[in-house]
């Protein structure tokens, strides 16, 4: 199998959510001697990258998007059990979390999972999380980006405490706050001084990416 042929297999993988293909892909690549972070880079994280790009157009849905991260997390674990990830750089840190008194986290899950994808840390805080948590996450790791989930309109302020703690601390110029959630809109991310407003798992690493390229 070409080199080109074990990329397009991994990264059709993801695509079908495949875990045999995917696994089928891993085992041509060390057999054929194809760079295992290029696999993941070019193969496996590309068909994520279409994947998203579907999601935010409203060509898949949620259930085919959370199988097919299954199946990502599956392929990177395998990876990385085969290499020191240690000596890859990572392209920046996003600290990640829902709100303190929201549980709801999938949506928070699918970003944290496809933003990590794509070469950047990804420090996830979970659900519930208190604005503070964030703050402190973001100091210790010299976070570039914070993301915050409200899926509640009673949780939402959190976010604009998050956002009030950065000013306090004088941090808000060193990192880069995106927001979402259901009831979450650009209004919103205006009204309270976030930087992002991200609808979905895309927009959200589409920002990410474009943000890095500038640096």
Known sequence: MSKEKVLETAKTAIIEADEDMAMEALHAAEAEGVELFELLSDGYSAGMKVLGDQFGMGEIFLPELIFATEVMKMATAEIESRLDMSEIKAKGTLVIGTVEG???????GIVASLVKTNGVDVIDLGREVPAQNFIDAVKEHKAEFLGSSALL???MTVQKEIEQLLEDEGMKDSVQ??????PVTQRWADRIGADKYCEDASDTVNFIMDWIEKL
């Open 102 to 108: 929201d549980v709801h986290d999938i949506g928070k």
């Open 153 to 155: 309109t009673t949780t």
């Open 177 to 182: 706050t995106m927001i979402g959630g259901a």
